[in-house]
């Protein structure tokens, strides 16, 4: 196994972390991209401006990559299922809402603070997303 | 003023490490779910990664405090109750990753790519917290209806 496989994952992990820790250190709240999506959409406290803060910053991240490493992004799909990407976008959306949370949330700020809702829903969040790949294999579905 | 300059600036961090770690690419992503096939771990150490750092800081320096260094008090969920709606809530979620290989941050970040899945993506998840929200709030309204006479 090559070692540069797990190298640059574990730096943007440690990207992540740190961001994350900026986060609860300075402003006191968990970064749970979900959240801070819904709240935009759903105001329900007069605290957008630091969510709206937190999204530029997601969107400027993902212009320094596509010009500074455009390798973090796929290719341009020429055969895509569009229903596929609608289907996933509603679970997605709908999920993270029930759940209280997505990946960001629950699997890097809950499990570091040993949170047993967040390390759930994380184990969860996998074994879900295994079944689901693992369906859409038997079902001749290119992944 | 500065929280919100500091939101911004973790923020793209925080994007920077999806887009190095990974996530962006939803075939690393169903990769790393694929385990009966081309089970790539990449993502495991975009976790392990984060979580050494994050729970370091937690724990050492930042669960001592009383307040966050520049807001008045820590807005951190209290609530601990396990529930069905929370593992089907995650359920669902997990099952959205797995087809499109895309959750929030990853999508948002991808965002200035223009990609047609991305937007499809994104449109899609916001219709999916709206549709959640009005169902809520459906069935919180039903559940208070007067009694009958």
């Given at each position: 196994m090559d070692s540069h496989l797990f190298f640059m994952p574990f730096i943007g992990g440690l990207c992540i972390g740190l961001a994350g820790v900026m986060y609860l250190l300075f402003c006191g709240r968990v970064f749970g991209i979900s959240g801070i999506f819904a709240g935009i959409l759903l105001p329900k406290q007069k605290d957008t401006s630091w969510r709206i803060a937190a999204l530029l910053g997601l969107l400027a991240a993902g212009?320094?990559?596509?010009?500074?490493?455009?390798?973090?992004?796929?290719?341009e799909a020429e055969n895509y299922s569009i229903f596929r990407y609608i289907l996933a976008g509603l679970l997605v959306g709908f999920g993270s809402q029930m759940g209280n949370g997505c990946t960001s949330g629950h699997s890097v700020?809950?499990?570091?603070?040993c949170s047993p809702r967040s390390i759930l829903a994380t184990c969860i969040f996998i074994f879900a997303g295994i079944v689901a790949v693992a369906l859409m294999k038997k079902m001749g579905i290119a992944l | 003023m500065i929280v919100l300059f500091i939101s911004f600036f973790a923020a793209c961090l925080f994007g920077i490490g999806i887009g190095i770690g990974g996530m962006t690419l939803p075939s690393k992503v169903i990769s790393f779910l694929d385990v009966f096939g081309s089970w790539d771990l990449s993502l495991l150490f975009?976790?392990?990664?984060?979580?050494?750092?994050?729970?370091?800081?937690?724990?050492?320096?930042?669960?001592?405090?009383?307040?966050?260094?520049?807001?008045?008090?820590f807005?951190?969920?209290?609530?601990?109750?396990?529930?069905?709606?929370?593992m089907i809530g995650a359920a669902l979620f997990g099952v959205g990753w797995g087809i499109g290989g895309l959750c929030p941050g990853p999508?948002?970040?991808?965002?200035?790519?223009?990609?047609?899945?991305?937007?499809?993506?994104?449109?899609?998840m916001t219709a999916?917290?709206?549709?959640?929200?009005?169902?809520?709030?459906r069935l919180l309204s039903a559940g208070q209806q007067p009694p009958k006479r």
């Open positions: 212009a320094l990559l596509l010009f500074l490493r455009p390798s973090s992004f796929p290719q700020c809950g499990i570091s603070r | 975009v976790m392990i990664g984060a979580i050494s750092v994050y729970s370091c800081f937690y724990f050492l320096i930042i669960k001592k405090l009383k307040k966050p260094l520049l807001a008045p008090q807005q951190v969920t209290t609530q601990r109750r396990i529930d069905l709606k929370l999508a948002i970040v991808s965002l200035v790519t223009f990609q047609a899945p991305v937007l499809i993506f994104l449109i899609s999916g917290v709206y549709l959640y929200n009005i169902l809520i709030s």
